[in-house]
C-alpha cells in the first residue's frame, strides 16, 4: 500500500536558502515553526542523528534530560497540561520507545496533545530483529490518536505538520511518529515547512446545529431542578470563561469530574464539588433527582457514574462534546450538542433564560452540611494523634491561597488532594484522571513547572507511587526544576488497602510497603527535605516548603490506616454513597 | 437487545496500518471478525472494508464511531443483511477421477450455479458465488466424492440505499466543520439519513 499525506497548501514560511537539510535537521525546523520550545527526552542509537542535529539547536530549543523515557512522556503531558500547548517527547528504539506506552496510553485517556519522536533502526533492517528492533507502531497503534513510521527524509516536514495538527486538533491526544535512523541521516531540498490545517478523511470539529442547541435551551428553560456537570472538555476547549458565563446566567448547580477541576474556581457560588467515586455527597445523590442533566466535555467515565443501569435514568441527558463516539457510548442523551463547547456554550448561553434555583442548590448545601460532619470535619480538623491527609492539603491551600498548580499521583493522596485541594485557576489540577497512573506525578510535575514556569508547582504523592519513578529527582537536580515534593506517607498501598478492608476482609494482600528515608534519597541527589509527623510541624514545615529557594522535599507521615470517604462502592449507584 | 449480522462498511484511505487500527477496535471488545475484505471502492484513491460482525446494534453503532474517528478513516456504515446485496466467493477442489466416474457434473454445477475453473488429470476446481448457505451446500454435496480442499472468500457487499460515495467525498474535501459527523438518529428521522 502506498502512503498518503494530506496536507493544505498554505505557506506559513519558506526558507529558500535552506536548501539542504537532513531529516533530523527538518524534524526540529517543525518543532520550531510549530513553536516548541521544550523537549524532554533521552538520547540512544537509533535516535542519535536527531540528538545530533540538536545539538546546534540548544539556544533555540530547550532539552531537558530525563532519567528514564516515562519520566520524559510523563513529563511532556505536565508540560502540555499547565501550558495548554503539545508536549513533545523524544526517544530511541525498542526499549526507549516501548518505555513511552504507559505515557501514551495516560495521555491517549486523558486527551492530552502530544507529539512522541522515537528512533527506528535503519528501514533496510526493519522486521529482522535488529539491535533495539521493536515494532513500534503496532505496539502504540491502540495508545495513540495517530501514528506513523517514516523511513524517508522527505516525508518528515509534512508529517510532522501533520502530526502536530491531530495531536492538537478537535479532541487533542497523543501522537507517535517513528523515524528509521537512514531518514534521519538523509540530506533532502527543503523547501519550508507549512503548517497542516485539514486533512479530508479527518473531522476534527463537527458543525454545530443551531437546532440542537435551541432545543437543549428550551429544555434547560423548563428544567425545574437541572444539574450541570463539567469535564477537561471545558479546559481542553480553553471556554472558561464562556463555561462560566454559562452557569452563571442559568443559575445551575454545578458539579466537574476529576479532569474537569480547576477550570471553575473551587469556590465558586454554583459550584458544588466534585462527581464520581470518592466525590462529594450530594452532586452523586442528586444526579439521581436532577430532571434535565446538563454534561459538558465529559466522557461519563465509570468513576463518575457508578452503576450505569441506575445513572441519572430520571434526567433527560443534554451532552455537549466534540467528539462524536462520545455521545451515547455510555449514557444515552435526549439531546446532543457536538461541537468545540468554546462555540456551543456562547449559543446555548444566548438562549437561556436567567435564573436562579434557591431551594434545589439549598438541597446540595443540605447534603454537603452532612459530609461535612461525616467526612469532612474529620479530615480536615482531625482529634486524632495522627495527621490526616486532608488537614495537609487545608494548610497547603491556607498557605498558597489555591494559587498553586496541584500535580496528584494516583492512590488515596489524588483524591484526598482533589477534593480538598482549593483552586483559583484553570489548568492547575494536573492528575492521571483516565488511567491512573502511579508514578506520573513527579515527571509530570517537572514538565508542569516548564509549562507554567511563573507558577508554584506541588506534586502530591504517596509514599507508593514515589517509588515507582523517583529516578526523576535526577531531572530534578540536573535541569534545577523548582519542584515542591508532598509526600504523604502513610507506609501503606492506601488505596488498594482501603479496598482490602472494606470489601475483601481485611486480607492485606502485599499493601505493606516499606520505603527508604525519602529526605536522605532528596539530599543524595542535592534536593533538600524534611520529614514530619506531629501536628505541631505541619505548618512551618508547609512554609518551609513552599519559600525555600528551588526544589524541596516534605515528607509528611500519616495515619496508616485511614481511608477516603464518601465512597461509592463499585457496582453501587452513585446514589448509594456512603459516608462511612 | 440481540445479537444478528452486521456488515460495517469503512471507506478509508489506503495507508500502511491501518487494518490492524481497524482490528483492534473489535478485537479490544473481544468481538470476533467473522469476514473481513478490503478493496478498492467506487472512488480513486479510497479504500473500502467491508466487515461482517455478530452483534447488537448498539454495540455496532458505537463501534462504527470509534471506527469513524481514526484519522484515516472517511466514514463508517453499518447494515443488517435486508439493507445489503452481498456475495462469497468459494472455490472446492476435488478428484477428476470421481467425479468424471459418480457424478453427473453438468447437473452438478447448474444445480449450484458453480463453474469449473480448471479441469486437469488429478482435480477439478470448481468455483460458485453467493451467499453463505448456497456455498455450504456445495460442500455437502461435493464431500461424499472426496473434497480435497474448500475456501472462501470474505463478504463482499453494496448497500441497496447507498447513492455511492462520490459527492460524500467532495464534502470531506471542503474545508471544516462539516456537516458529515452530525448525522444524528435522535432529532432526525432514521429512514432519512443514509444510516448511523
Known sequence: MSSTIEVAPKKIEAQPNLTSLSGSQAVLEAFLAEGVDTIFGY??????????????????????????????????????????????????????????????????????????????????????????????INITTPVTKWNYQVTDATEIPAVLAKAFYIAKSGRPGPVLIDITKNAQLQKFDYSGYEKCNHIRSYRPKPLVRKEYVAEAAKMINEAQQPFVIFGQGVILGKAENEFRKFIEKA????????????????????????????????????TNECDVLIAVGMRFDDRVTGRLDKYAKQAKVIHLD????????????????????????????????????PQWLQRFRDYQAQEEEACINPELNPTTDELTMGEVIKVLN?????????????????????????????????????????????????????????????????DGGFQMTLQELGTIMQSEVDVKILILNNRFLGMVRQWQQLFHDKRYSFVDITSPDFVQVAKGYGIAGNSISDRK?????????????????????????NNVFPMVPQGASVSEIRLK | MSKQEFTVTVYTENQIGLLNRIAIMFSRRKINIESLNTSPSEVEGIHRFTIVINETEDVVRKLARQIEKQV???????????????????????PTDTIAEKVKVERLLREHGARAVVIRKDYTVFETTGQREETDKLISVLEPYGLIEFVRSARVAIIKASSGFHEKLKEFEEAEPSEVVVENEFLDKQDEVFTM
Open chain 1, 43 to 136: 538520547p540512544g542509537g537509533a535516535i542519535m542523528p536527531i540528538y545530533d542535529a540538536l545539538y546546534d539547536y540548544q539556544t533555540k530549543l530547550k532539552h531537558i534530560l530525563v532519567r528514564h523515557e516515562q519520566g520524559g512522556i510523563h513529563a511532556a503531558q505536565g508540560y502540555a497540561r499547565t501550558s495548554g500547548r503539545t508536549g513533545v517527547v523524544f526517544a530511541t528504539s525498542g526499549p526507549g520507545a516501548t518505555n513511552l506506552v504507559t505515557g501514551l496510553a495516560d495521555a491517549m485517556i486523558d486527551s492530552t496533545p502530544l507529539v512522541a519522536i522515537t528512533g527506528q533502526v535503519f528501514a533496510h533492517l526493519l522486521g529482522t530483529d535488529a539491535f533495539q528492533e521493536t515494532d513500534v
Open chain 1, 251 to 286: 443559575g445551575i448547580p454545578t458539579a466537574w469530574t476529576i479532569m474537569g477541576e480547576s477550570a471553575l474556581p473551587t469556590d465558586h457560588p454554583l459550584g458544588v464539588g466534585m462527581l464520581g467515586m470518592h466525590g462529594n455527597y450530594g452532586p452523586n445523590v442528586l
Open chain 1, 322 to 357: 466534540i467528539d462524536p463516539s462520545e455521545i451515547d457510548k455510555n449514557v444515552k442523551s435526549a439531546v446532543p450538542v457536538w461541537g468545540d463547547c468554546k462555540e456551543t456554550l456562547p449559543l446555548l448561553t444566548e438562549l437561556v433564560e436567567q435564573k436562579v434555583y
Open chain 1, 398 to 462: 491556607e498557605l498558597t491561597g489555591g494559587d498553586a498548580v496541584v500535580v496528584t499521583d494516583v492512590g488515596q493522596h489524588q483524591m484526598v488532594a482533589c477534593r480538598y485541594a482549593k483552586f483559583n485557576k484553570t489548568r492547575s489540577n494536573v492528575t492521571s484522571g483516565g488511567l491512573g497512573t502511579m508514578g506520573f506525578a513527579l515527571p509530570a510535575a517537572i514538565g508542569a513547572k516548564f509549562g507554567a514556569p511563573e507558577r508554584t508547582v506541588v506534586a502530591i504523592i504517596g
Open chain 1, 537 to 561: 510541624d505541619l505548618q512551618a514545615s508547609v512554609q518551609q516548603m513552599l519559600e525555600h529557594k528551588g526544589s524541596f522535599l516534605l515528607e509528611v507521615m500519616v495515619g496508616k490506616e
Open chain 2, 72 to 94: 484515516e478513516v472517511l466514514k463508517a456504515y453499518f447494515n443488517t443483511n435486508e439493507e445489503i446485496v452481498w456475495q462469497e466467493l468459494a472455490m472446492y477442489k476435488v
